[in-house]
């Protein structure tokens, strides 16, 4: 993803509290061994978040037949409770990470889902994981774990600017390489730069109000 930069000198800056995502994280397995597992309804996998985070990364292999699928995450299994959800167009090549971004939830127990609603998609699954907190279409399972990641976000909020509507941006800023459904900007990411609501980018998609760039690694 190309990030722009836009001058102080351009906008009317106020600032905002957000919790910045620290580089730490906690991954839902602990082996080593890999294989795709075919999502006949839904996979889901169980986790204790021992501080504040705001993205959940999950690693989808193979695709044999373009499709869609929509990630939740609950409360526990039983979801008793669901924070977010969000749906993501997934292409035949696959091998991709599906970065699922919201305003940061406390430590404590959670549960994602992948709801398979359409095509033939292989998820990325740690068959030597011996965590054991993987769900196969509501029931738990023992044969793997997901291949996802917690990411953390500071505990601390910190204030970072942002800009407002009607402010100018320099020519390129919303640039995206090879946009996809996979980068478009969300609410709730952080990163230092950011561009206006309403700039429009190369994929055909709109920045959202008081959002930040969300770098998609892998």
């Keep these: ?3 722009g930069k836009i001058t102080a000198s351009q906008q009317d800056i106020v600032y905002v509290k957000v919790r910045p995502e620290d580089d730490t994280f906690l991954e839902t397995h602990d082996g080593g061994v890999k294989a795709n597992y075919y999502v006949a309804s839904s996979v889901g996998e ?11 990364k999950i ?11 929509r990630i939740t995450l609950h409360d526990s299994p039983t979801k008793a409770k669901t924070y977010y959800e969000n749906e993501f167009e997934l292409p ?19 549960y994602w889902e992948v709801v398979r609603l359409s095509g033939s998609i292989g998820i990325s699954v740690v068959t030597d994981s011996t965590l054991h907190k993987a769900y196969t279409d509501g029931n738990p399972t023992t044969a793997f774990d997901v291949e996802s990641k917690i990411m953390y976000v500071t505990d601390e909020e910190t204030e970072r600017p942002v800009v407002v509507v009607g402010d ?7 640039t995206i390489s090879g946009g996809s459904e996979l980068g478009k900007i969300m609410v709730g990411t952080v990163e230092k730069n950011i561009s206006r609501a ?21």
């Design 168 to 174: 100018p941006v320099d020519s390129g800023v919303t």
């Design 1 to 3: 993803m190309t990030i």
């Design 198 to 218: 309403g700039d429009s980018m190369a994929n055909g998609g709109q920045i959202l109000t008081g959002c930040w760039f969300l770098e998609l690694d892998t």
């Design 46 to 56: 169980r986790f204790t978040a021992v501080r504040w985070f705001g993205r959940i």
């Design 92 to 110: 035949v090549s696959g091998f991709i990470v599906l970065h699922m971004a919201f305003d940061p939830l406390i430590a404590g127990d959670y």
């Design 59 to 69: 690693k989808i292999g193979n695709v044999n037949e373009a499709g869609k699928v």
